[in-house]
Every structure is written in C-alpha cells, then in structure tokens.
C-alpha cells in the first residue's frame, strides 16, 4: 500500500502558542489531502479538504482561522493549529488517495495527538 | 446526503468466536464502502473495500463483508476470532466520481473486545 506519513505523532504546547502539523505522501502525489479531528472514543471529523496550489475548502464550523492548511508542494499539506487552548486537544489525522488507485482508496497518516496545556 | 450508521459501539467475543461488526449506509448514489481498523493512538488502516465489483470482499487478517444493496448493509464479519483483533473499527462510506480522492464519511466506530 502507499504511505503517508505524518509528523510529529505527539505535541504538547502551552495555551497561545501554535502548533504545525505535517502529512507527506511518501510514494505518490496527492492533488488532495484530508485533514480529520477525532475526539476521544469518537469517529473521525472531516475538518477540512487540502488542494495542491489553491486554497483548502473548510467544512462548516471548522474556523478557518484557527486551522490554517497549506499544500505547497504534491507531498506536503501542513495543518497549522493556530492560538491553540485546550479545548483544540485531540487527534488530528490526514488522509490522501493514490491514483494509481483509481482514487478508490484512502490511506491515512499515523495521527498527531495535540495537547494544550 | 450520505451517512453511515455502525451498530452497537461495544462488540464482546470470546477468542475462537465469530466475528460480526454491522454497518448500514445511506447514499443517493452508488457508494465505496470501506472498514478500517485503529489501534489506540495510531492512524487507520484499510481492512477492506468495496467499489462495485464483487459484492463478497475479502480483506486483511482474515476478515471479509459483503455488501447487500437491499438491506443498505455492510457487514464485516471473522470467523474465528484472535487477541490481536482487539481494536477500534470503522465504517465509511465515499461517493463514486472519478478523479477525485477519497473524502470519506465515518461510522461512530466500533470497539471489538476479545476475550480469552
């Protein structure tokens, strides 16, 4: 299967700092990236869809502002939790979908916990 | 609108047992139905898929589902089950369009209990 990595796998930062979060594809080129929330013992949360080259596409009630995405490159996707409080504490996941899958498949990063403390 | 619903958030079996995970979905159009497994602090990991070719799909680590377009279901099922199946898992749909990639829509997951 393809790879997607993601970095750091734990952060912990104080109250008002930010904090970047990485996803890469190791082995392909990703046009598109997905970035997840997932609150403890709950589903992943579609917080937002990256696009290589232009900006992401939020979904309704993820602040914009505080989750700053950027697709700089077809590897890379950044999700920077800006101002951070505690209550932005979860796991944070990425996905992307190789081509040579006919885009039938997902695969996903390892996640990154995030606490504010 | 497309949804998925994972029936019972708890599933306790005994190590040897049958496995049997329930997902129903509802989508206006043809889905892409996936199972996924987690592992505690750790991504997800793809068990299967169906994309409309056969309707029994055989996955990973001996588990299987077989989608059945009248009863909107998605069962994952094991028929003996082992220790390390002890983990989260989760249903999710997708639309069917070409050229895009997969934004996938989640079931609340399921955590699998074994009990020896």
């Known amino acids: 299967g393809a790879v997607v990595s993601q970095h750091p796998s734990r952060v912990i930062c104080k109250s008002g700092t930010s904090v970047k979060i990485e996803c890469r594809s190791l082995d392909f080129q990703a046009t598109t990236m997905f970035w997840y929330r997932q609150f403890p013992k709950q589903s992943l949360m579609l917080m937002a869809t990256?696009?290589?080259?232009?900006?992401?596409?939020?979904e309704q009630g993820v602040e914009k502002d505080k989750f700053l995405i950027n697709h700089a490159s077809l590897t890379l996707s950044t999700l920077t939790v800006t101002s951070a409080h505690p209550e932005d504490s979860s796991f944070y996941i990425c996905s992307a979908s190789p081509p040579r899958t006919g885009n039938t498949e997902a695969f996903f990063g390892q996640g990154t916990r995030l606490t504010v403390v | 609108a497309q949804s998925v619903t994972q029936l019972g958030s708890h599933v306790s079996v005994s190590e040897g047992a049958l496995v049997l995970l329930r997902c129903n979905y509802s989508s206006s159009v043809p889905p892409y139905l996936f199972w996924y497994v987690q592992y505690p602090n750790q991504g997800l990991q793809l068990l299967l898929k169906y994309t409309s070719a056969a309707t029994l799909v055989k996955g990973i680590n001996g588990f299987e589902a077989e989608f059945k377009k009248s009863e909107t279901s998605f069962h994952l099922t094991k028929p003996s089950a082992h220790m390390s199946d002890a983990a989260e898992y989760f249903c999710a749909v997708s639309f069917s369009s070409s050229g895009s990639a997969r934004q996938l829509t989640f079931g609340s997951g399921t955590q699998l209990t074994v009990l020896p």
């Open positions: 990256s696009n290589e080259g232009s900006k992401a596409t939020y």
